[in-house]
């Protein structure tokens, strides 16, 4: 999917609204600045959910998203 290095994989399928980002945001907390958090949702609304959370959230950035067969997968970067 991508060539980011990733630190971590969090896996929220099956998990609805708002829990992909209340899960994302507890990880990332645990995150140092410049590792990466791949997430892996199945819930078509985590999409801009999670983008949404990181347009306005400090110390994180949404690197990429991608959609598979049934899952969604997310790249959010600590930055800070």
Same mark, same amino acid.
């Given at each position: 999917? +991508?060539?980011?290095?990733?630190?971590? +994989?969090?896996?929220? #399928? %099956?998990?609805?609204?708002?829990?992909?980002?209340?899960?994302?945001? =507890?990880? #990332?907390?645990?995150?140092? $600045? %410049?590792?990466?958090?791949?997430?892996? &949702? +199945?819930?078509? %609304?985590?999409?801009?959910?999670? &983008?949404?959370? $990181?347009?306005?959230?400090?110390?994180?950035?949404?690197?990429? =998203? &991608?959609? %598979?067969?049934?899952?969604? $997968?997310?790249?959010?970067?600590? #930055?800070?």
């Amino acid at each position: 999917m +991508t060539d980011y290095e990733i630190t971590e +994989t969090l896996d929220v #399928t %099956g998990e609805n609204c708002p829990m992909p980002v209340v899960k994302t945001k =507890q990880r #990332t907390d645990t995150l140092s $600045a %410049g590792e990466i958090l791949e997430v892996l &949702a +199945t819930d078509p %609304g985590s999409v801009n959910d999670l &983008a949404g959370w $990181a347009e306005t959230t400090d110390g994180v950035e949404l690197l990429d =998203q &991608a959609e %598979g067969e049934d899952v969604f $997968a997310h790249y959010v970067r600590k #930055t800070e």
